[in-house]
């Protein structure tokens, strides 16, 4: 079975600092990995996904993430905070042949100017 | 390119009232998934569908129904509304193949029953 946890509920970081969302997975496969972002009322936009190519992954707007298997870790960085990063963030895994996603429980990103 | 269309936005319910969440995706996807997210809770899988004609539970499909008789389509219906339904409902798609299966979602229907 696979499962997510988000190691923070709520991250809170001044402008122009670095961001680290924190996630960790757990997968019986060898697992596929997304990150997605929900500004408020929308729905989930897909930031970038892990699917057993280069470990360090580069998706929009500045964001990365790096996957290390040997610490079942899938953290989400940015090195400089923008006002309009402030939104919610969720870590998704999905096994092998298992098309259905888990997602964590979130973590909310709030920015200050 | 419209991508994923729910309707309606917002619905308030009675206990016991049903209705339909509209679903429609014009990217030709043959995985459709509905989802409800509760605060600080994530995205819980209600119903999933591979293609037309197929169906199945998720992790909370009680109280709810799906159909799927077109690719584009993929309505979720609430027979007897109860205030454990309250929440925020996603419909999503996707064409499939694991790991580069990457989901769009629509922007969702908050429906709170009363």
């Known amino acids: 079975a696979q499962s997510v946890t988000q190691l923070d509920s709520h991250v809170s970081v001044s402008e122009g600092t670095p961001v680290l969302l924190r996630c960790n997975y757990s997968s019986s496969y060898s697992p596929s990995l997304f990150w997605y972002v929900q500004h408020p009322n929308k729905g989930l936009q897909l930031l970038l996904k892990y699917t057993s190519a280069a470990t360090l992954v580069k998706g929009i707007n500045g964001f990365e993430a790096e996957f290390k298997k040997s610490e079942t870790s899938f953290h989400l960085t940015k090195p400089s905070a923008h006002m309009s990063d402030a939104a919610e963030y969720f870590c998704v895994v999905s096994d092998g042949d298992d098309y259905k996603l888990s997602f964590g429980a979130g973590t909310t990103v709030t920015v200050r100017a | 390119n419209a991508g994923v269309t729910q309707t309606p936005k917002f619905r308030i319910l009675k206990i016991g009232q049903s209705m339909t969440l509209q679903c429609t995706q014009d990217m030709n996807h043959n995985y459709m998934y509905w989802y409800r997210q509760d605060p600080g809770m994530g995205l819980k899988l209600i119903y999933y569908?591979?293609?037309?004609?197929?169906?199945d539970k998720g992790e909370v499909p009680n109280g709810y129904n799906v159909s799927r008789s077109t690719t584009e389509d993929f309505p979720l219906r609430l027979e007897l509304a109860a205030p454990s339904q309250t929440s925020v409902y996603f419909c999503a798609s996707g064409p499939g193949s694991s790991g580069a299966n990457v989901l769009t979602f629509g922007a969702g229907s908050r429906l709170t029953v009363l």
């Open positions: 569908s591979v293609g037309a004609g197929i169906t």
